[in-house]
C-alpha cells in the first residue's frame, strides 16, 4: 500500500499564530483528503484536493502531485482548531490509506 | 440527522462476546467502508464494499466479519471479541464518481 507521513507529529500554538501542517506520500494517488479529528473523536472533511490550491476561511490547502505532498495551511489559530489532523490518500484501486496524525493543541 | 449513522456509539463488552457494529446512510454512495482507529494512530481499514454484492477484506480483517445488507447498510462484527479489539471503529461512505470519504461519528467499544 502506499505510506502516508505525516509532520510535525504534535504541534503546539498559542492562539493566534499560523502554522503549516505537511502530507508526504508514497505513490502517485488518485485523491487526497484532510480531516480534522475533534477533541469528541468526530472526523471532519477539510479538503478534499487531489491537485491544486483550495481555500476555506483561515484554512488552506495545496496539493502537489507531481511532488508527492500536500500542505495544509491554518492562519490565525483558534482554541477550536485543537485536535488531530489526518491526510489520506486514495490508490488507483479506490482504497485509501491515511497517516498517522498531526496533533495540534492551541493554546489561549 | 447524520448522513452515516453508528449504533451503537459506545459500547462494553467481554471476552469472548459476540458483538455487531451497524452503519447506515443516507447519501446514497455506493461504497461503504470499516475502519480501526487505536490511540495515537490513524485509521485502518477493515472491510470494504463497493456494492451488495462485493466485499473485500483491508488492512486488518483477523477476528471481524461484515454484511452489506443494502446499498446503505454496511454492518461489522467480532465473533469473539478480545479485548485488543478495544478501539474507536469508524464507518465511511464514498460515491465512486466523486471518490471523497465521509465518516460516521465512530462507535467505542471496550473489551474487558
Known amino acids: 500500500g502506499i505510506q502516508v507521513e505525516q509532520s510535525p507529529p504534535d504541534l503546539i500554538l498559542q492562539e493566534g499564530a499560523n502554522s503549516t501542517l505537511r502530507c508526504n506520500f508514497s505513490?502517485?494517488?488518485?485523491?487526497l483528503q484532510w480531516f480534522h479529528q475533534n477533541p469528541w473523536g468526530q472526523l471532519i472533511n477539510l479538503f478534499y484536493?487531489?491537485?491544486g490550491t483550495k481555500q476555506n476561511g483561515r484554512l488552506s490547502a495545496t496539493t502537489v502531485a507531481t511532488e508527492r505532498y500536500s500542505l495544509l495551511y491554518i492562519s490565525s489559530s483558534q482554541t477550536t482548531d485543537s485536535g488531530v489532523y489526518f491526510c489520506?490518500?486514495?490508490?488507483?484501486?479506490?482504497?485509501?490509506?491515511f497517516g498517522s496524525g498531526t496533533k495540534l493543541n492551541v493554546k489561549p | 440527522d447524520a448522513d452515516v449513522t453508528q449504533t451503537p456509539r459506545n459500547r462494553i463488552t467481554k471476552t469472548g462476546k459476540r458483538i455487531m457494529l451497524e452503519c447506515s446512510q443516507t447519501?446514497?454512495?455506493?461504497?461503504m467502508y470499516w475502519y480501526r482507529q487505536d490511540p495515537g494512530l490513524g485509521l485502518r481499514l477493515i472491510y470494504y464494499?463497493?456494492?451488495?454484492?462485493?466485499?473485500n477484506k483491508g488492512e486488518i480483517s483477523d477476528g471481524y466479519s461484515v454484511s452489506r445488507q443494502a446499498q446503505a447498510k454496511f454492518s461489522l462484527s467480532l465473533e469473539s471479541a478480545i479485548p485488543n479489539q478495544t478501539a474507536l471503529y469508524f464507518c465511511?461512505?464514498?460515491?465512486?464518481?466523486?471518490?471523497?470519504?465521509?465518516f460516521g461519528e465512530g462507535s467505542r467499544l471496550t473489551v474487558l
Open positions: 489520506a490518500v486514495e490508490n488507483n484501486f479506490n482504497k485509501f490509506y
Open positions: 505513490d502517485s494517488v488518485n485523491n
Open positions: 484536493i487531489p491537485s
Open positions: 465511511a461512505t464514498s460515491d465512486w464518481r466523486e471518490g471523497e470519504l465521509f
Open positions: 464494499s463497493f456494492d451488495v454484492k462485493d466485499i
Open positions: 447519501k446514497g454512495h455506493d461504497r
